[in-house]
């Protein structure tokens, strides 16, 4: 069996850890100029980043792999493109591609399956490709491995809102948006990112912001009918992408929380009813991100869990490797800073093959609970 994997902290045995190579800054488009911050460097930029940077990057990957190898973990990789190529569909043109340094944002495991997202920036439309020959070869080894793509998007003009980028708006305005779930994706197809979901067993919690929608949410609550899908957000965070530097859980029971990106108290019922702890992360050791990177300081809580005793955790965020060892839990430093601007951290930059462990229901006692996409399925 080569693939299965229910959650974020069963033991880990087969990983995909992405690669920098051929990656672009991708132009400005409709998903994509709302994830900038208007005071980043990076506003404006675009084309193939600099080979300094791409060498670094990939550096610090093979420190990810070494780390990962030495601790039994089999360790693939995929198939880099050319990213700097031009794309287009029926329905739109794109000047480049990206990367494929972070596969967690396109493949999504559940079980024996593993799902290509369905992006909303038009410029991830393709990444899937670099995944494909380890599909393929998953495919003939595992006769139980499930191969899926999700419903590709149209990505029209349709599926943003027009003029919603305005580099005048402030930060408590953009506060508000969220807090009111008025994102740059409208409802009019099923759009996200694989990193907005995190999977608990039976329990699915998917954030509602920049990249994914309600109507993915509700998608997936038709496609695994048995699996309980919620929808969280975070009012704190006024570029709300990837649910995986907010809120990220380290074994049964026990989850760190941006602290200034709180899960709201309404949505905080179903793990208290379950005895989950809630705690803020560490505080970065950093006051910026790393050059030509989009993604902010709290890519220091982005770690990846090897099993509940043991975590991988960028080398220089000293803080929140305090914070582990304080859970009992061994760390395992790594030097991966320099691959962040390329799309994120530990986690980012991997993707689950296969886990140890089944399916298991993480939150027996049920309560009245605002995140369930279909709250009948508390009566089931």
Known sequence: KIVNSWNDWDPLKHVIIGMCDNSVIPPEEPATSEKVPVDSEMRGMWGLRPLRTV?????????????????????DRPTPLQWNQAIGTPDF??????????????????????????????????????YWPLMMKYFEEDPDFIWTQ??????????????YYDEQISLEERLVRTANKDFVTTEVEPMWDAADVMRMGKDFFIQHGLTTNRTAMDWFQRYYPDIRVHAVNFPGDPYPIHIDATFVPLRPGLIINNPVRHLPEEQRAIFEANDWQIVDAAQPAHDEPPEFCYSSVWLSMNCLVLDPNTVIVEASEVNEQEQMDGFGINVVPVDLRGAYAFGGGLHCSTADVYREGECLDYFPNRVPDCTLVRPEMWND
Not at 56 to 74: D, F, I, M, P, Y
Not at 97 to 108: A, G, H, K, V, Y
Request: proline fraction near 7%.
């Open 150 to 163: 999700a419903p590709r998007p149209r990505l029209t003009d349709r599926s943003y809102k027009h003029n």
């Open 55 to 75: 060498e670094v990057g990939n550096a610090c990957l093979e420190n990810l792999v070494k780390a990962c190898e030495e601790r039994g973990v089999v360790v």
């Open 93 to 130: 043109r794109n000047d480049s591609m990206m990367t494929c340094m972070p596969p967690r944002d396109i493949l999504l495991t559940v079980g024996p399956e593993i799902m290509a997202s369905a992006n909303s920036f038009r410029c991830r439309y393709f990444e899937y490709l670099a």
